[in-house]
């Protein structure tokens, strides 16, 4: 998958807010070059402006890349003069950075934009008539899903570019068996500009348009671009054991049969029917289980146990798929219309299965959990319900989780996931969750091998990825790839089957003596991409000891390829006059409210939670939230007691507003004025000329009050939505600062929920 074409703004120097002035800055060329060698992509996206306007202007460049892709090079060229990217430990880049965010000024360049997205944001003042090329670039393996490889361009130039060009070249050994274009935005008009070149190796996509060509109609200077540009293709599968490619003294080892028995599937689906999950989310829920049941294959067992501080099971036992007690399931999913005992709920799921009784023999059993919240009845401890579930699972099934939604504990899901053979997916509340479960479903549903491993002689191969694999799914690929040290690679592939194989790497490597379609070391690189990826999986669920181990060598092998990973981070730099430097660090689907850790921290978003001195004693002030997106950071202060704050510091940068909030009141100062408001009284104030509310205030000094004194009636979900009905009285049409308080709120009620989870 890959990436979304720049967003440019534009506003002057001395404004505050965004001003849009037609051709001012003008992108007078665009171009990706996207290039997919084996299925490692490695992407240039370069862009060029000029301020055409007689004054400075700030223009921002936006950029939506893959999640799974990792940033390599950054580099702006302002008049000639280059501003690269440097990438450095996370730890110590972010201690060079603290000052500047202790100053007030911004941090953070890439952000979770979406399901599969993640956005990387810079902003630089421009000269007038002066010109700037930006240049990134990343790297991923494509990952094949349900018999396909995706490439995916978003395209939101929002303005008509002169010189715009997208190129896609890829090139696949194994020969390439299908190939489609698609697009959301195209027109009889686009669609001349698109050209398609294939033969039996190698592709070629090229979507040119001129700029008539990309005008809304001839009289507006209006563009059509705006929407998904995709390519979708996959490889012919020809050898039995797999194909294997080798460069410069690498290998990379590709396995997907075709045409493989499906085994039947033994699947409990253990479903969050809590408060929570009323309304649109139970709804769409429902609306996919149905249609999941009528997907079961008739050689499939199933069940639903559903919970929220009770565990209600549809039937005691495990039911055949057959098409009467399918319609039984369905007729009855309306089961599915308050405490959340998930420990209860995966452990009566897992005695479900111990106790199932004439299940096909040889069949693979699954549970897949659906959430949207955090343990908060029965055993709430998240490291306990680990161990209870890992205990009792044991090895013998596959436990998926899904987590509904921002106020799941997604580190919890993956843990738990990960450690039981499984993998965690967030599911976004959009209008197509339901179609999101659904795909997940369709991943899992045909398993067609169990416990397989990849064998490569010991006196061949070195550093080798990961080999073993608990299961393979139609449509899906395995990939290995490691250093070879043989002029001969002997390859098997066990499982129900022994599949054998021998490469000649000098053969193999005259495959790739045409340099046009493949870049640099691209199989070493892809190896290091995939063993950090393995790493960092690991990570998640091992022991302390080893986790420091398994990052220590995600982080070496970051910085030799010159990866940024969530270990690293690139630090950005500008001209002389403006910020000096920003960061680029990489999100994590937990979430941008994390741990400010130095192994950690990720995201475009920070939080610490409160920490003691070396006298035991609480630190008197804890950088609680930076929002770096917004310019704004918020310091707790504690009282007596490291459980307790007694005030809050809230700091926007643009315009210079400060709020002081104590238990006692609200303290506004911008301007060299200070306003003071009880935090129990309704009166308004104005900054900038435009007045508000202090409602949406009020929120703070119930946190604050709420922390010191009702800490443990907070300690639940029910609780913390309570105090949130609280917190809702917020008009959307005021302006900065107004309106962006709303994101310290949320990030405030995310904070409750960390320090909740942590004790």
């Not at 171009?31 to 055409?52: E, G, L, P």
């Not at 990379?252 to 699947?267: D, G, I, L, T």
């Not at 053969?507 to 790739?512: A, D, G, I, M, T």
């Not at 900054?687 to 703070?700: K, P």
Request: one cysteine or more.
């Amino acid at each position: 998958m890959e990436p979304a074409l720049p967003v440019y703004n534009e506003k002057r120097n001395s404004s505050l807010l965004p001003v849009r002035l037609a051709h001012a800055i003008e992108i007078y060329s665009l171009r990706v070059n996207c290039r997919v060698t084996s299925r490692f992509a490695h992407t240039v996206i370069t862009s060029k402006i000029i301020n055409q306007a007689n004054e400075s202007r700030e223009a921002t460049f936006e950029v939506e890349l893959p999640k799974t892709a990792f940033i390599t090079n950054f580099s702006m060229s302002i008049d000639g003069k280059l501003y690269p990217g440097i990438i450095k430990e996370k730890a110590s880049a972010q201690k060079e950075y603290d000052a500047a965010v202790s100053q007030g000024q911004s941090a953070g360049l890439v952000k979770i934009t979406g399901r599969k997205l993640e956005q990387f944001h810079v902003s630089v003042s421009i000269a007038a008539a002066s010109k700037v090329t930006f240049e990134l670039a990343y790297e991923e393996l494509l990952k094949r899903q349900l018999g396909l490889f995706e490439v995916l361009i978003k395209v939101r130039p929002q303005q008509l570019v002169k010189h715009f060009q997208i190129d896609v070249h890829i090139f696949e050994p194994q020969g390439i068996r299908f190939l489609e274009t698609d697009s959301t935005f195209m027109t009889n008009e686009l669609n001349e500009a698109l050209t398609k070149v294939q033969n039996e190796t190698k592709a070629h996509i090229l979507f040119k348009p001129t700029v008539d060509q990309q005008k809304v109609n001839p009289e507006l200077d209006e563009t059509l671009l705006n929407g998904d540009f995709l390519v979708r293709y996959d490889v012919k599968q020809v050898a039995t054991a797999g194909d294997i490619q080798i460069f410069n003294g690498y290998f990379v080892h590709y396995f997907a049969p075709q045409e493989m028995p499906v085994f039947p599937k033994n699947v409990i689906f253990v479903i969050d029917r809590s408060g929570s999950m009323a309304g649109r989310k139970i709804e769409q829920t429902r609306e996919a289980l149905l249609k999941i049941l009528q997907d079961l294959r008739p050689e499939d067992h199933f069940s639903c146990i559903t919970f929220n501080n009770k565990v209600v099971e549809w039937k005691s036992a495990l039911l055949q798929a057959t098409a009467e007690n399918v319609a039984s399931a369905v007729s009855d999913a309306c089961f599915l219309i308050a405490g959340t005992d998930i420990n209860h709920a995966l452990l009566t799921a897992v005695s479900v299965l111990d106790k199932a009784e004439r299940l096909p023999e040889r069949s693979v059993s699954m549970i897949i959990l659906l959430t949207d919240g955090q343990p908060t009845s029965g055993e709430s401890k998240v490291e306990v319900i680990q161990e209870n579930i890992q205990k009792a699972v044991n090895g013998k099934y596959a436990l998926f989780c899904l987590g509904f939604g921002f106020d799941v504990s997604y580190n919890f899901l993956e843990k738990m996931a990960l450690s039981n053979g499984g993998i965690a997916r967030r599911i976004y509340e959009n209008s197509d969750a339901a179609l999101q479960l659904q795909g997940f479903y369709q991943e899992v549903a045909t398993p067609i091998l169990m416990k397989i491993e990849m064998q490569y002689p010991d006196n061949a191969v070195e550093e080798l990825t990961k080999n073993n694999f608990k299961l393979f799914f139609e449509g899906s690929e395995i990939v290995v790839s490691g250093k070879i040290s043989n002029d001969f690679l002997p390859l098997q592939h066990t499982s129900d089957l022994t599949l054998k194989e021998e490469a000649n790497v000098k053969e193999k490597e005259q495959v790739f003596q045409s340099r046009s379609y493949i870049f640099g070391n691209f199989i070493e690189r892809l190896w290091a991409y995939l063993t950090i990826q393995q790493l960092l999986e690991k990570s998640i669920s091992a022991q302390e000891e080893q986790q420091k181990a398994l990052e220590a060598r995600a982080l070496e092998l970051s910085l030799q390829y010159g990866f940024v990973t969530p270990l690293t981070s690139m630090v950005v730099t500008k001209p002389t006059g403006q910020q000096q430097a920003e960061l680029a660090n990489k999100p994590t689907e937990a979430g941008k409210w994390v741990l400010n850790s130095p192994l950690g921290m990720c995201g475009s978003l920070v939080s610490q939670l409160p920490k003691e001195n070396t006298d035991g004693q609480a630190e008197p002030s804890v950088l609680l939230l930076s929002d770096p997106e917004q310019g704004l950071s918020v310091t707790g202060k504690h009282g007596d007691k490291i459980n307790q704050f007694v005030q809050f510091e809230i700091t926007y940068v643009n315009p210079a507003v400060q709020i002081n909030v104590s238990v006692d009141e609200i303290v506004l100062s911008h301007d060299n004025k200070n306003i003071r408001l009880s935090w129990t009284e309704s009166a308004t104030s104005a900054v900038q000329g435009r007045s508000t509310s202090n409602a949406y205030c009020i929120c703070l000094p119930i946190l604050c009050r709420s922390l010191q004194n009702h800490r443990k009636e907070l300690n639940s979900a029910s609780s913390i939505s309570k105090l949130l009905l609280l917190w809702g009285r917020q008009d959307t049409q005021y302006s900065p600062p107004y309106r962006h308080l709303w994101t310290v709120t949320t990030g405030l009620k995310q904070l409750l929920s960390i320090i909740f989870e942590r004790e």
